[in-house]
């Protein structure tokens, strides 16, 4: 085991992977530079959008229910997802011959824990909501204390599936159990991580249809306006993160299986992972702009920062809020002080 933590200093050990999963890599073209200006743009836009949400967040105290502090933890992995995809474009191609296997290591995961965290995000928002909606008292004495659990486990779950190959988990003296799309990567690792990602969208799925039935069966008179509100949250969440993710899902699982040097279309892998990480960029669209209270929050957040620049007109951010969102909502009609849904009627999510 000690000679395998010596090679990770090796920086020939990149090519001679390299040359063994991918052939003809040396002369394969490299992205193009439009593409790569693309790509760059896009992870500045993910981490300005999940900027502008944490900044909303951290500003205004209405936002500092449970439910937004689960938001904003979603945002800054988001965030922390655009970072790392940056830094992962900007250090490959030729470049990733220059580094050594450590490096290497924590280039890639880097950007699998922070992909990770915003999935185990999403995960911890769905267990949330089933919390607070099968609870009698929804945010009783012990929400801080879940709220901190859930936000941990998310992170270190996350930092742990981003470390196990530089703590050895790798195919360092194993050529022949290489990964195509990650040369350095085992592929029991790979399709480990495909397991874990598999399991948390069934997760949520399930959370969020138990969810669905109580909402549905709780109240006949709530039921229409609560369960659209809801069903279409839940169609958007599910729906962005089978669309982003399931190509990138489809990658790995034939990397897992197919031969070396097989399945061609593996050496185009890094696109489908582009395309996965366009669900960090709306992630903050589907949880934040639907509420017309966030939205109002940015436009003065926005307002504030073009004023801050101009000496800052007297007045000129004070924009009211109000609640008027249809996840914020909840209709005087419908007030049931006995239920447990509609004690807390602040994000549907």
Not at 59 to 85: E, P, Q, V, W
Not at 88 to 114: D, H, Y
Not at 213 to 229: F, G, K, M, N, P
Not at 253 to 258: I, T, V
């Amino acid at each position: 085991m000690g000679s395998i933590y010596k090679e990770y200093f090796n920086t020939k050990k990149i090519q001679e992977h390299y040359n063994y999963t991918k052939e003809g890599w040396e002369s394969s073209p490299t992205t193009s530079r439009w593409v790569v200006s693309i790509l760059v743009v896009l992870c500045c836009f993910i981490v300005l959008e999940n900027l502008l949400v944490l900044i909303s967040v951290r500003c205004n105290k209405k936002f500092h229910s449970a439910m937004y502090i689960f938001i904003g933890n979603l945002a800054f992995s988001d965030l922390l997802a655009g970072l790392a995809f940056m830094a992962n474009i900007l250090l490959s191609g030729a470049t990733t011959f220059n580094l050594t296997p450590v490096q290497w290591f924590v280039r890639e995961g880097t950007a699998f824990a922070t992909l990770a965290a915003s999935v185990f995000s999403l995960l911890a928002i769905a267990i949330e909501r089933h919390v607070a909606i099968t609870k009698v008292k929804v945010y009783s004495s012990d929400k801080n204390c879940r709220m901190v659990l859930l936000i941990g486990a998310c992170w270190v779950i996350a930092a742990a599936i981003g470390s196990l190959p530089i703590m050895g988990w790798n195919c360092m003296s194993d050529l022949r159990d290489c990964s195509t799309v990650l040369p350095l990567y085992s592929k029991r690792y790979v399709l480990f991580v495909i397991t874990i990602f598999t399991l948390i969208l069934l997760a949520i799925v399930g959370l969020y249809s138990r969810i669905y039935c109580i909402v549905r069966s709780s109240h006949a008179e709530i039921a229409t306006a609560q369960t659209l509100a809801l069903l279409k949250t839940v169609t958007i969440v599910l729906g962005a993160f089978i669309v982003c993710w399931l190509p990138a899902f489809i990658i790995l699982l034939m990397d897992a299986s197919c031969p070396v040097r097989a399945c061609r279309i593996l050496y185009q892998a890094n696109y489908f992972f582009a395309f996965a990480t366009l669900n960090s960029a709306a992630n903050p669209i589907i949880y934040t702009l639907r509420s017309k209270d966030m939205r109002r929050e940015f436009l003065r957040v926005l307002c504030c920062c073009g004023a801050g620049r101009r000496a800052r007109t007297p007045g000129r951010c004070d924009l009211p809020l109000r609640t008027s969102s249809s996840l914020d909502r909840c209709p005087p009609k419908y007030e049931l002080p006995t239920s447990p849904i509609t004690r807390e009627c602040t994000t549907s999510v």
